[in-house]
């Protein structure tokens, strides 16, 4: 009898620690799922137990559905936190103005994340030759729940023997509306000039759709497709060109070797609707290596392709970047 006790005990005990003790399986989004014991249903977040013991919050616009012992149900359809659970967290924080799950969305909707970076680059020869260059860039990065604002800047001057190469300067702000946790509405305003190409100012406004699978800190991935309106003033007897263009563009970055080394690759098509063989193909390709704290070194590759250029300016444009910058 004593045994029969003892066996009935362990068990008992292996089954409750066993994964078979498991009543609630997440399924996400993505197609992964994750099996435990839902602790917590909130408005924003469901707090599970994990099989293992763990204890992790995982945002709701992730999950798919859940599956219990008995049904499978939506995540939007799923019970939220029993009005018990509701009223004790509320007692404990009243100052939070209302019920603790509302006033974590509206926390979670007004914090805005801040990263971005600031590079610089330059190069000085004499002797046989002649030669200086400098260049500077960044870009700042303010992004909330359901949206983000991008503002890219840059400046390029190099000379040759005394002749101007490269002298260009332009702005872009970006700002992009999640409507769906992968899917954007996209609308940018750029300005740039460019000397050498006698291009006194270009101006583009542009709207599009943009789908963002991966957005992490090891791994982005995004395009968007869409239309804008271009306007180019040349000097001289250059005039004035407009043309409504579609458009198409990527940026992927991502990190390697324990955040050791960052791959990362960008480009740019225009395409004016009423001359698709005027189209123009901008991209930058490199690594970013960190040197420091807050410290990165960048090399790059950056090709341009004008299919029908000015007068006397070549189709391609070729330029390798090493640069040093902060980041944050």
Same mark, same amino acid.
Not at 79 to 102: H, N, R
Not at 189 to 206: A, I, N, P
């Given at each position: 009898?004593?045994?029969?006790?003892?066996?009935?005990?362990?068990?008992?005990?292996?089954?409750?620690?066993?994964?078979?003790?498991?009543?609630?399986?997440?399924?996400?989004?993505?197609?992964?799922?994750?099996?435990?014991?839902?602790?917590?249903?909130?408005?924003?977040?469901?707090?599970?137990?994990?099989?293992?013991?763990?204890?992790?919050?995982?945002?709701?616009?992730?999950?798919?559905?859940?599956?219990?012992?008995? =049904?499978?149900?939506?995540?939007?359809? %799923?019970?939220? +936190?029993? !009005?018990?659970?509701? /009223?004790? @967290?509320?007692? #404990?924080?009243?100052?939070?103005?209302?019920?603790?799950?509302?006033?974590?969305?509206?926390?979670?909707?007004?914090?805005?994340?801040?990263?971005?970076?600031?590079?610089?680059?330059?190069?000085?020869?004499?002797?046989?030759?002649?030669?200086?260059?400098?260049?500077?860039?960044?870009?700042?990065?303010?992004?909330?729940?359901?949206?983000?604002?991008?503002?890219? =800047?840059?400046?390029?001057?190099?000379? %040759?023997?005394? +002749?101007? !190469?490269?002298?260009? /300067?332009? @702005?872009?702000? #970006?700002?992009?509306?999640?409507?769906?946790?992968?899917?954007?509405?996209?609308?940018?305003?750029?300005?740039?000039?460019?000397?050498?190409?006698?291009?006194?100012?270009?101006?583009?406004?542009?709207?599009?759709?943009?789908?963002?699978?991966?957005?992490?800190?090891?791994?982005?991935?995004?395009?968007?497709?869409?239309?804008?309106?271009?306007?180019?003033?040349?000097?001289?007897?250059?005039?004035?060109?407009?043309?409504?263009?579609?458009?198409?563009?990527?940026?992927?970055?991502?990190?390697?070797?324990?955040?050791?080394?960052?791959?990362?690759?960008?480009?740019?098509?225009?395409?004016?609707?009423?001359?698709?063989?005027?189209?123009?193909?901008?991209?930058?390709?490199?690594?970013?290596?960190?040197?420091?704290?807050?410290?990165?070194?960048?090399?790059?590759?950056?090709?341009?392709?004008?299919?029908?250029?000015?007068?006397?300016?070549?189709?391609?444009?070729?330029?390798?970047?090493?640069?040093?910058?902060?980041?944050?």
């Amino acid at each position: 009898m004593k045994h029969l006790i003892k066996y009935t005990m362990l068990a008992t005990a292996f089954l409750a620690f066993s994964p078979l003790a498991v009543a609630d399986t997440l399924i996400f989004k993505n197609g992964d799922s994750l099996s435990g014991n839902i602790k917590m249903n909130t408005l924003t977040s469901v707090v599970l137990e994990t099989s293992f013991g763990a204890t992790i919050t995982v945002p709701r616009n992730k999950i798919e559905r859940v599956e219990t012992e008995h =049904a499978s149900q939506s995540i939007e359809s %799923s019970t939220l +936190t029993s !009005d018990a659970e509701v /009223a004790t @967290i509320a007692a #404990i924080a009243p100052a939070a103005g209302g019920p603790f799950a509302s006033t974590e969305t509206k926390q979670k909707e007004n914090d805005v994340k801040w990263s971005g970076e600031v590079n610089l680059s330059g190069l000085l020869q004499t002797g046989n030759s002649e030669k200086n260059a400098i260049g500077a860039d960044t870009e700042v990065t303010a992004r909330r729940s359901d949206d983000r604002f991008i503002v890219k =800047a840059n400046y390029a001057r190099a000379e %040759s023997e005394g +002749t101007l !190469d490269e002298d260009e /300067a332009s @702005i872009e702000g #970006i700002y992009d509306y999640f409507f769906k946790p992968e899917w954007f509405f996209n609308s940018n305003l750029k300005f740039e000039t460019d000397k050498v190409s006698d291009s006194d100012l270009r101006s583009e406004f542009g709207l599009g759709l943009g789908h963002q699978p991966y957005e992490s800190d090891a791994l982005n991935l995004n395009y968007v497709i869409g239309t804008a309106y271009i306007r180019e003033d040349f000097s001289g007897a250059g005039g004035t060109e407009e043309d409504i263009a579609a458009t198409w563009s990527l940026d992927y970055d991502q990190k390697f070797f324990s955040d050791v080394l960052t791959l990362f690759h960008e480009h740019d098509l225009e395409m004016p609707v009423d001359d698709a063989g005027a189209f123009t193909i901008e991209t930058e390709t490199g690594i970013k290596v960190p040197v420091a704290e807050k410290l990165i070194g960048t090399a790059k590759i950056e090709f341009d392709w004008d299919n029908e250029p000015a007068p006397g300016i070549r189709e391609e444009d070729t330029k390798y970047t090493f640069s040093l910058g902060y980041s944050w």
